[in-house]
């Protein structure tokens, strides 16, 4: 009761006025808030309906990444299949000379943008895994390591692209 007292001994001194004016901000303050809730409300359902969508274009996503990556599959089960005929064929075109006639088999544009593991801003050749292990069976029966004679392979490749390029600028 106590404290009830000086509550009103404190309010009697503030003009009823300017207690009116706090009451009339409670009004504008409710609508605000009102209007704050419903907008919120609205966003709310429309961030909703946006995921449902980007939902339903990841499951058509997830069903056709699904469906290429079978293709690819049955695309390395050929390969499989016929290995030994790839790999007698790049023999036949390096003819036991990887170095010399490594461009037979892979173009010199392809020497160029990559190399074995990819170091030093070229695209890595081990991604191509199949071409990679066919490449490397078919080196490693006329070399001892296939990995190195493939890397000089390279080199060379590059180096007579970069003559050729320096003697027609000369």
């Given amino acids: 009761m106590e404290t009830a007292g000086k509550l009103r001994r404190m309010n009697a001194g503030i003009p009823q006025s300017f207690l009116d004016s706090f009451n009339d901000g409670c009004d504008k303050c409710n609508n605000l808030q009102k209007l704050f809730v419903d907008k919120i409300t609205e966003l709310g359902e429309l961030i909703e309906k946006q995921n449902k969508v ?3 274009i990841l499951a058509e996503h997830a069903v056709l990444l699904q469906n290429l990556t079978q293709k690819e599959k049955g695309t390395n089960g050929a390969i499989d299949d016929n290995i030994d005929c790839y790999i007698s064929a790049v023999q036949y075109l390096l003819q ?7 461009e037979k088999v892979l173009a010199r544009k392809f020497c160029l943008e990559y190399n074995i593991y990819g170091i030093g801003n070229n695209k890595s050749f081990k991604d191509y895994s199949m071409v990679y292990t066919i490449l490397k069976k078919a080196i490693g029966k006329t070399a001892v ?7 000089r392979a390279f080199q060379v490749v590059k180096k007579r692209h970069f003559r050729q390029v320096s003697s027609i600028k000369n």
């Fill in 145 to 151: 390591n296939a990995e190195a004679e493939m890397r």
């Fill in 54 to 56: 980007i939902i339903n």
């Fill in 96 to 102: 036991g000379e990887v170095v010399t006639d490594f």
